[in-house]
């Protein structure tokens, strides 16, 4: 459906979970194909829309340039091509307010991508979803912002009415 | 001019090291001056590493206020990283508040202290924002602060004599800068410490801001509290005993705006000055992108562009300096146009560069270059007008910030040039621009390209700014006088015969000729 795609689940930064599981697909690696596989990295990725006037956030087919995903949710040992393996992960309270999906790399023993999995589709636009970041703002830091810009200007109309006096002396 | 030489007039008076003298009124002043003073009881000698009072105090209360007010207009580049993400910024945004950050010191002419003040709460506001809104909101009114660099340059020309106030505003314009380059290491230092102690980034970078705040509280209230107007006390004051005459602001006003040098010179200083204050708002961002390096470590890099200031735009001032005592005005032309090409250069070259290593020793220079060519342009600024001196320094420095203004709309806005492009382009625009020195020119003095027209004077070219009718009031005494200190900008040709000495010397009572 058209609209479907536009609503999202939303997740708050902090406070919920996700669960992400994976296992090989078994249609796409022939037998013995995944021999080199060691770790599995699993990271929150931007989505195109969030990616939109954000160069810093851009894709390059230069996996070292690529600046898609920027949260790693896990690390782990590849547990093997039969096994499937799952995480549940807590949003860190660094996470920015965007659309995102997930996507796992398989790393070989030098730290290298040899494969991946992804959440959504090649377009990057089916099963998506939002997370709202936390705000990072406190009463305690209005407050102090509020005083110490009043006693500014408290400051500054004393020196006016100190002038003022001199003056009419 | 260095070494403190005591001077003997021609009316056989000597400038005593404190002036128990008696001012306009005939009354005897128990003003006690640490410094030489000339008739005006402006410094005749600059000692940077004192606190006299009053005029090396305003000097260090003038500089550190203006550093200040730099440290907080520019506090928000170096955590960008972290700000952009807090609050879901575009590069759209990023680029309008960053053009926000530099409009507001066009058209704002307070007083120092007051201005300072002012903008506080901006300061302050900026840890409580919530959205792109109200990021370009804190952005443009902190920045208003950074037009407290007209009453900088006001301020020291009130303070020192005629020779020395270019070294004066020299030191004071690049202290003040300093602040662009100073936030840089102090912002991401900060942060750092916050965040280790315990906070989560998107409320650290905000309790950061805290401390731009405190110090622009604290160095305006130092202002207000120990700095003065003039030597002998507060300006109302002494407007009021009826020492400061007044002048028409409508004619100053036309006298400025008719002065096509004064244009010239604030197109020009948007491309060195202007530069610098786009640099500072978007070369963390730069180097944290192309290059991967941490925040601290590209605040570190981007703050070595704005530190270069400590030298460099005074060594801009003194080198003007020089080239006019050798080659008189048209040395001082030359001295900037070479410097700022050189830094224009450099600018295209910066955006080339694709190692770490090599931009940082490309942007270093480009500094240098740049900063320098800062303080030449205020080697010929005093010059261009007498009784406009002070509109003149303004609409160069307001001209500083437009060229900020416009080249961060045509380059650094939103996605369409890539920063290194946008960076080369603009040197190309710098070079471009500064050709128009080429067009400045002094019947007096000459210009880059011609020679003076035989016949003209200093005297004519000052006095050419008030009527016959002022001229009957005696209005344009200082203006005689300026010319007459301004000898020297003929160079050592047109010295040739005249029996001044080689520095120029502060006038006290009528010159013998008048």
Not at chain 1, 127 to 149: K, P
Not at chain 2, 76 to 83: D, E, F, R, S, Y
Not at chain 2, 224 to 232: E, H, K, N, S, Y
Request: net charge positive; glycine share 10%; hydrophobic share 45%.
């Amino acid at each position: 459906c058209n609209l479907c795609e536009s609503i999202h689940a939303v997740l708050y930064a902090g406070e919920d979970t996700i669960t992400v599981t994976w296992s090989l697909d078994r249609t796409a690696v022939p037998a013995g194909g995944d021999a080199a596989y060691e770790k599995v990295k699993v990271l929150l990725c931007y989505a195109p829309v969030s990616q939109k006037d954000r160069g810093w956030r851009k894709t390059d087919d230069l996996l070292k340039k690529d600046k898609t995903c920027q949260f790693t949710v896990v690390e782990q040992p590849y547990s093997g091509a039969t096994a499937s393996a799952n995480v549940t992960y807590r949003i860190k309270r660094d996470v920015p307010t965007a659309t995102y999906f997930v996507r796992a790399y398989a790393l070989d023993g030098s730290d290298t991508q040899v494969a991946y999995g992804q959440t959504t589709d090649a377009k990057k636009t089916a099963n998506l979803f939002d997370i709202v970041a936390i705000t990072g703002r406190h009463a305690s830091l209005d407050i102090a912002a509020g005083c110490f810009s009043a006693f500014s200007i408290a400051v500054l109309i004393f020196f006016f009415f100190i002038e003022k006096r001199k003056v009419k002396k | 001019m260095e070494g403190g030489e005591k001077i003997s007039y021609p009316l056989g008076i000597e400038q005593p090291a404190t002036a128990a003298s008696t001012d306009a009124n005939g009354m005897a002043t128990e003003t006690r001056f640490k410094m030489p003073v000339d008739s005006d009881h402006k410094a005749t000698e600059f000692w940077l590493f004192s606190f006299a009072k009053p005029h090396m105090r305003a000097f260090h209360l003038s500089w550190f206020s203006f550093f200040c007010c730099f440290v907080s207009t520019f506090a928000a580049p170096p955590l960008l990283p972290l700000i952009r993400d807090n609050l879901g910024l575009t590069a759209t945004d990023i680029g309008n508040a960053g053009i926000a950050s530099v409009s507001g010191a066009v058209f704002a002419r307070l007083a120092m202290g007051t201005l300072t003040l002012v903008t506080t709460p901006a300061v302050y506001y900026t840890s409580v924002i919530r959205s792109a809104n109200g990021f370009l909101l804190a952005r443009f009114f902190t920045g208003f602060s950074l037009a407290s660099f007209v009453s900088t340059q006001f301020w020291m020309s009130s303070m020192f004599s005629p020779p020395k106030v270019g070294i004066a505003n020299g030191f004071a314009g690049g202290w003040g800068n300093l602040g662009g380059g100073a936030t840089q290491l102090i912002m991401p230092l900060v942060y750092d410490l916050i965040h280790k102690i315990g906070s989560t980034n998107f409320t650290a970078w905000r309790i950061a801001f805290f401390i731009p705040g405190f110090m622009q509280t604290v160095s305006a209230i130092l202002l207000l509290a120990l700095g003065q107007d003039m030597p002998d006390g507060n300006f109302r004051k002494l407007q009021k005993a009826g020492d400061k005459p007044k002048d028409s602001f409508a004619k100053v006003f036309y006298h400025a705006v008719t002065n096509y040098r004064g244009w010239i010179t604030a197109l020009t200083y948007g491309y060195c000055f202007g530069v610098e204050l786009t640099i500072d708002n978007i070369i963390a961002q730069y180097f944290y992108d192309r290059f991967s390096v941490n925040l601290r470590t590209a605040g570190i890099i981007a703050a070595s562009f704005g530190l270069a200031n400590i030298i460099s735009r005074p060594g801009g001032g003194l080198l003007s300096d020089w080239l006019s005592d050798r080659f008189g005005m048209r040395g001082r032309l030359w001295g900037l146009w070479v410097m700022q090409t050189l830094g224009g250069i450099f600018c295209i070259l910066l955006g080339k560069m694709g190692t770490l290593s090599s931009a940082i020793v490309v942007m270093i220079l480009f500094s240098l270059f740049v900063q320098a060519a800062c303080g030449l342009t205020f080697g010929v600024v005093p010059f261009i007008s007498r009784r406009s001196l002070g509109l003149i320094s303004g609409m160069t420095g307001g001209g500083g910030n437009v060229g900020a203004v416009v080249t961060q709309v045509i380059f650094f806005k939103g996605s369409k040039y890539l920063t290194e492009d946008g960076i080369t382009y603009m040197g190309i625009m710098i070079l471009c621009c500064t050709l128009l020195i080429i067009l400045i020119h002094f019947p007096q003095w000459g210009s880059m390209l011609l020679p003076p027209k035989s016949g003209a004077t200093a005297e004519d070219y000052y006095l050419a700014e008030w009527s016959e009718h002022e001229r009957a009031k005696n209005y344009h005494i200082s203006s005689i006088r300026f010319a007459d200190n301004s000898v020297r900008e003929g160079g050592r040709s047109q010295r040739g015969g005249s029996s001044h000495s080689k520095h120029t010397v502060p006038v006290d009572a009528l010159p013998s000729r008048v």
